[in-house]
């Protein structure tokens, strides 16, 4: 229980310590980075179902289940990539003034069944 709370302690004082080291930016900071990264790590499985969907809905059932599911896939893997980095090394101002490396920057943000989510 001891190892436990200070192991918390630990994370906590070094997690404050990166957020006032960050330098300012004008785009985004640190704590956007961070809150964008767990997004993509909590709804990032999304993508598959809604990609699948937006494929069906312009192309077909046989697109969807074909093309939408490979596509699908690929951008769930690379949101959950993009995520665990920005989690990981949401400090680092990394790309240029910490810019979303992803578009759509959060995963249910231009959802609409008229037209694909990002290419």
Not at 5 to 34: H, N, Y
Not at 66 to 79: D, E, F
Not at 90 to 116: G, R
């Amino acid at each position: 229980m001891k190892t436990r709370l200070s192991l918390l302690a630990v994370g906590l004082a070094t997690a404050l310590v990166c957020f006032s080291t960050a330098p300012t930016a004008s785009a985004d900071d640190a704590l956007r980075k961070f809150g964008r990264g767990v997004s993509n790590l909590m709804w990032g499985w999304t993508d598959f179902f809604l990609t699948v969907h937006q494929e069906d809905k312009l192309n077909g059932p046989f697109a969807a289940y074909s093309y939408g599911v490979v596509k699908g896939v690929y951008k769930t893997v690379s949101r959950g990539v993009v995520g665990a980095y920005e989690t990981g090394f949401f400090y680092l101002p990394y790309p240029d003034a910490y810019w979303p490396i992803i578009k759509p920057e959060f995963p249910l943000d231009s959802y609409n069944t008229n037209v694909l989510m990002y290419e």
